[in-house]
């Protein structure tokens, strides 16, 4: 596969789980000839974005997300679905054991949020929101506290 040209778009919309992010000069690699910034689409042209870009579109997304949800969640007017509660685990980058562990809840009660068969309450909604927030305010902050939350249990032991 030849990669033509790399460029930065101008504006680039990414659909997630938790709606659409939008982000400015996201960088494309086009797989066709004759297109350029001006005339790039990204529905009909072929293009690859490495994962950095795909991070920075999910991170525009959630906070898109939580700039429409928060306050309505916060009021209990709503509350989040499976796959909102779904969009923000893949946000964080966490599996479910991990998810689980710095929501505070038991693996089990996790999934069954997951599949819909248990209700997301406010309570955990909230706390959701709160991780998301300080994701998008830190990147990768979840992540690098369960690394370092494991290796200082193995330190100590």
Do not use: C
């Amino acid at each position: 596969m030849k990669v033509f040209k790399t460029f930065k778009a101008k504006k680039y919309r990414m659909e997630s789980k938790l709606g659409v992010g939008t982000a400015l000069d996201v960088e494309v690699r086009l797989l066709v000839e004759g297109v350029s910034r001006n005339n790039f689409n990204q529905d009909k042209h072929d293009h690859l974005l490495d994962s950095t870009e795909i991070d920075r579109l999910a991170l525009a997304a959630a906070e898109d997300f939580i700039r429409s949800n928060y306050h309505s969640i916060l009021k209990g007017e709503q509350t989040l679905t499976e796959d909102e509660l779904s969009g923000v685990r893949m946000v964080l980058g966490l599996n479910a054991t991990q998810f689980a562990e710095i929501l505070g809840i038991p693996k089990s009660t996790l999934s069954k949020m997951l599949k819909g068969t248990l209700k997301i309450k406010r309570p955990e909604a909230i706390l959701v929101m709160e991780r998301l927030i300080t994701e998008v305010q830190e990147p990768r902050y979840w992540r690098e506290y369960l690394t370092k939350k494991k290796h200082d249990r193995l330190r100590s032991a």
